[in-house]
């Protein structure tokens, strides 16, 4: 998947120590498999949601880079309601949180899958962000997020299903 290419290539050819969050598998099997794979190139550390904001600002200040994957909804207990596409959906604030946490700076990666296999392009450092607002850094990392998913729509993770948590009252779109 292009989530895990861009992952891939950055911590093959960049000789910098990158981390990354992901989410325990239910299979242990395949789970291993992810883990396995994530951790074959480069000086990587891979966190778990579990480990805590210390543990990932803690690594950020100490100058590993944070390969985030932001547009995730973990429910309305750890989201914010931002628009994406015209709705609301659950969004984590956590790339605000961190990169003001540790005065770290955001340079987007976009992956694109093309006719002769896979391009990644890093693009250059947010400046406006983050603010002192994480609301509306969320609303503008989603806003920025768009134009990169209008360049190429079918290739968006749509099956993360961005929309499963509505705000209270709110039709469900699914």
């Known amino acids: 998947m292009g989530l895990d290419v861009g992952w891939t290539l950055l911590t093959l050819l960049v000789p910098k120590h990158f981390t990354t969050i992901f989410t325990p598998q239910s299979n242990p099997v395949a789970g291993a498999w992810m883990t396995q794979g994530r951790s074959r190139f480069g000086r990587v550390e891979l966190f778990q949601r579990e480990d805590g904001v210390k543990t990932i600002v803690s690594s950020l200040r100490n100058k590993a880079w944070l390969y985030l994957l932001p547009d995730m909804n973990f429910g309305p207990e750890e989201s914010i309601f931002v628009p994406f596409f015209g709705e609301p959906a659950a969004t984590v604030p956590s790339l605000s949180r961190f990169a003001k946490l540790s005065r770290a700076r955001v340079l987007p990666v976009v992956t694109r899958m093309t006719a002769s296999g ?57």
């Open 118 to 174: 896979y391009e990644v392009e890093v693009l250059k450092a947010w400046n406006d962000f983050p603010t002192e607002d994480a609301q509306a850094d969320t609303a503008l990392m989603n806003q920025r997020l768009e134009t990169y998913i209008q360049d190429m729509p079918a290739q968006y993770f749509w099956v993360h299903k961005r929309f499963k948590t509505r705000p209270e009252g709110a039709d469900p779109i699914y």
